[in-house]
């Protein structure tokens, strides 16, 4: 779709937008908010994202709170760090995801399986204990705790390949 | 650590107020059911374990740790 680049500001004061903890102010279309309905564990009440990529910065990608500014995860989809990532999802979960659980939740197609990474002074580790998975389709996600695959919610990252070859 | 050996129906009793009951005991796993006052948080580990994490993982991030963490990714 074309504009004329003079109204390319006016268009955007027009759509919604936010401030994000990263990245300035973020416009957006209300069709890309992903809906988390039961929150995060230790953020219930946040139910909103936007998921924001860097073109600098992939495969990471940053789930920002709409309702808080200062909220912002810093993911990797579980694949990148694991190409042999079993995914688990729980009934309360496929629930929550609009899914029936009729067919095992797979990651790929509909599914997006995304690991919230932690940068420590120890470390930057990512959570494979729960990841998030957010439904393509319907945009709905949840922090799914996959306890039975003895996946770490301390999984390390970085150091790991930064090390020289031996 | 208290170990206890309880067969299903059976219950454990911690303090005056908390029960934790075997209700069923499957090949892999069992069904526990407790009973605790409101005021005591009851919440399965892994639910505690990312609770913390999300905490720490909002904490912010330096810009160029992300930087980093990016190009190390890319150069796997």
């Known amino acids: ?166 | 650590m208290l170990v206890v050996r309880r067969r299903a129906g059976q219950s454990v009793l911690i303090g005056d107020d908390i029960e934790i009951q075997i209700t069923e005991i499957g090949p892999t796993k069992v069904t526990l059911g407790i009973k605790a006052p409101k005021t005591v948080a009851v919440m399965r580990a892994e639910v505690k374990l990312t609770r913390e994490q999300n905490a720490a993982a909002a904490e912010a991030v330096p810009p160029d740790s992300l930087a980093k963490l990016a190009s190390a990714l890319r150069l796997r």
């Open chain 1, 1 to 166: 779709m074309a504009r004329p680049i003079e109204h390319l500001e006016q268009y955007a004061s027009q759509m919604p937008h936010c401030e994000t903890k990263y990245f300035g102010t973020a416009v957006y279309e209300d069709s890309a908010v992903l809906q988390f309905p039961a929150g995060l564990p230790g953020f219930e009440s946040e139910a909103r994202f936007l998921l924001l990529e860097q073109p600098g910065q992939r495969p990471l990608a940053f789930l920002q709170s709409l309702a808080t500014p200062g909220l912002c995860f810093v993911t990797l989809p579980a694949l990148s760090i694991d190409p042999s990532y079993e995914l688990e999802v729980a009934e309360a979960d496929l629930d929550l995801l609009g899914l029936d659980g009729r067919s095992p939740p797979r990651i790929g197609g509909e599914l997006l399986c995304l690991a919230i990474v932690t940068v420590a002074e120890t470390g930057i580790t990512a959570n494979l204990l729960a990841p998030l998975v957010i439904n393509t389709r319907n945009l709905r996600g949840a922090q799914a705790i996959a306890p039975s695959r003895g996946y770490s919610h301390q999984h390390p990252l970085g150091e790991a390949e930064e090390a020289p070859c031996s």
